[in-house]
Nanobody, 118 residues
């Protein structure tokens, strides 16, 4: 099993910045790509950004140019730097890890809440 623990969420004003962290533990050798998803109340969970072990990234159009995903493989941690935050970025942010040996297997953290106030 893989455990993921997010941190760094909170309340920030429009235009502000936050940095989310996700620390992985357990059978970390099973992890391939990692990423961040978000879910606002009453809405589906959507992709924010992903990063492979070699650093290739992918972003949702809504966050391109504002968010940056990065990964420290030595620390088994993935980060999400969020700049120029907007009210529509308010959501619970979930860390995700894909299983290297079972593509259908995903691991999830419990989430961290981000609230952007206007």
């Amino acid at each position: 099993q893989v455990q993921l623990v997010e941190s760094g969420g909170g309340l920030v004003q429009v235009g502000g910045s936050l940095r989310l962290s996700c620390a992985a533990s357990g059978n970390i050798f099973r992890i391939s790509a990692m990423g961040w998803y978000r879910q606002a109340p009453g809405k589906q969970r959507d992709l924010v950004a992903t990063i492979t072990r070699d650093g290739s990234t992918n972003y949702a159009d809504s966050v391109k140019g504002r968010f940056t995903i990065s990964r420290d493989n030595a620390k088994n941690t993935v980060y999400l730097q969020m700049n120029s935050l907007k009210p529509e970025d308010s959501a619970t942010y979930y860390c995700n890890a894909r299983d290297k040996y079972n593509g259908a297997m995903n691991y999830w953290g419990k989430g961290t809440l981000v609230t952007v106030s206007s």
